[in-house]
């Protein structure tokens, strides 16, 4: 049973805004462990079958959702009333559905972001556009939830760890203790920035290595694809403010792994297609669920170079995107680069010359 109770012994609810996978998964598990749970879902035929069935047919099927989840296709009654909200919808929606949310909203809040990406039109992260659209009015807290975690495998109970961020510790730690379980072990973080951005810039190069994989490259190609993308994830993130050691966390290096390797991951799968030739239109075209590197890859490319960092690898992943660039011809043009000296392309912000286009 949660710790989270109001005066009379009555367990506070939390909604969960979004209805994918993840937003299931996160919603089941804190239901699980004895609290309400609201779950918003866009889809009015969906949000019926969950009523109906407990199984989200669409994004998890085959798990049983526990009683106190609530499917709900109308945000009000998910965000009313609402101590601690948890974020999950796709990064190219997050601000349209935040914009919603927000007049729903009074009393102090917790935001928990568990959405993964950049946007591609302001190159922010999700907490930095819930800064920009939040009145000052509203008196909030935000933590960012991240780290290798297949929703499947929550929903299973397999042992799991992630890390939540907020720039307040006792944010973090009260995120902390809400969502942890026997079997979902939470980090505590400060650092905001760099958790959202391990968890935006590992899909990228989930789908680099799904190409490799695709191409039939091998365990070599792959290790070292691995290591490098962990490398341009640090240079990124530490010229945007955040912790270098974060990267080599839970929310950078674990998640980067298993999105690179595991069977179950969106964005590598995509990648895979890529590799044996087929068209990113009709990949796309035939998924239910989002792959967010497809479009966190625009965003980075731009950010990269509004902040002068080199990012070879998701460069590289923005010419097979964007421009047709054959994998084959990229993996070369990555192979052939200058040599470099490794320690100096850690941690540091490898800034390109200025007005390098």
């Not at 929606?93 to 591609?120: H, M, W």
Request: hydrophobic share 40%; proline share 4%.
């Amino acid at each position: 049973m949660s710790e989270r109770t109001r005066e009379g012994g009555e367990v506070e609810p939390v909604g969960v805004i979004g209805a994918g996978g993840w937003g299931t998964a996160l919603a089941n598990l804190l239901a699980e462990k004895g609290i309400p749970v609201s779950l918003w879902v866009y889809e009015k035929d969906l949000s019926r079958t969950i009523a109906e069935t407990r199984e989200n047919t669409l994004y998890l099927p085959g798990i049983q959702l526990a009683p106190l989840v609530h499917a709900e296709n109308g945000l009000g009654n998910v965000v009313r009333a609402k101590r601690v909200l948890v974020m999950a919808v796709p990064s190219h929606v997050y601000r349209q559905v935040a914009a919603q949310v927000i007049p729903l909203l009074s009393g102090r809040v917790i935001i928990v972001n568990a959405t993964k990406g950049i946007e591609n039109e302001s190159l922010k992260t999700m907490g930095e556009i819930w800064r920009e659209i939040t009145p000052e009015s509203l008196i909030w807290d935000y933590a960012a939830l991240s780290g290798p975690s297949f929703a499947r495998e929550v929903a299973r109970h397999v042992p799991t760890a992630v890390t939540v961020a907020a720039t307040s510790k006792e944010v973090a730690v009260e995120v902390q203790r809400l969502f942890a379980t026997s079997f979902f072990r939470v980090y505590s973080s400060t650092d905001v920035i760099g958790v959202e951005l391990g968890g935006a810039l590992k899909n990228i190069i989930a789908l680099a290595a799904g190409i490799i994989d695709g191409l039939g490259l091998g365990h070599n190609t792959r290790a070292a694809l691995i290591t490098r993308g962990l490398a341009e994830m640090s240079r990124l993130g530490t010229a945007l403010g955040a912790q270098p050691l974060t990267f080599l966390g839970l929310s950078g290096v674990g998640d980067l792994v298993l999105t690179c390797t595991g069977e179950l991951s969106r964005n590598r799968t995509v990648g895979f297609q890529l590799g044996q030739g087929k068209k990113l239109e009709e990949i796309l075209g035939e998924m239910r669920m989002v792959a967010e590197g497809v479009k966190t890859t625009r965003s980075v490319y731009h950010l990269a170079r509004k902040q002068r960092v080199e990012l070879p690898i998701c460069e590289q992943m923005y010419r097979i995107l964007y421009e047709k660039r054959s994998p084959r011809d990229a993996v070369a043009t990555l192979m052939q680069r200058d040599l470099k000296h490794e320690p100096d392309t850690f941690f540091r912000s490898s800034l390109l010359p200025s007005g390098h286009e």
